[in-house]
């Protein structure tokens, strides 16, 4: 359940950087949240489709394209990449189901 350190390239969407652990900062570029999460998503669990089927609306949980594994892998993702950490509580629908929600909690966590 390893992440890819790296960038992904998908076409019209920018690439994730991951940032190793115990380096504040490090090997993070400045996409944005909603490109960023938009292509690990993709990635992760479209498999490579056309990334314009996710909008910034597009139910990720409750439409099925993350299930509670996944849940897991996208926290993990969002930790490292943004440097914040989310609460159990915070795991779920209300702050995790859409690309929209995703950027507010990050923009939260990260002041």
């Known amino acids: 359940m390893?992440?890819?350190?790296?960038?992904?390239?998908?076409?019209?969407?920018?690439?994730?950087?991951?940032?190793?652990?115990?380096?504040?900062?490090?090997?993070?570029?400045?996409?944005?949240?909603?490109?960023?999460?938009?292509?690990?998503?993709?990635?992760?669990?479209?498999?490579?489709?056309?990334?314009?089927?996710?909008?910034p609306t597009t139910p990720l949980i409750s439409g099925g394209i993350i299930d509670s594994l996944g849940v897991i892998e996208l926290v993990t993702f969002l930790e490292q990449r943004f440097g914040i950490t989310i609460e159990a509580r915070e795991a779920g629908r209300t702050h995790l189901d859409t690309l929209a929600a995703i950027e507010t909690l990050v923009q939260k966590k990260r002041g």
């Open 2 to 55: 390893g992440l890819r350190l790296g960038a992904l390239r998908l076409k019209g969407v920018p690439p994730y950087v991951v940032r190793r652990p115990g380096t504040p900062g490090a090997a993070v570029n400045d996409a944005g949240v909603v490109p960023t999460v938009k292509a690990f998503i993709v990635e992760k669990f479209l498999y490579g489709e056309d990334a314009d089927k996710v909008t």
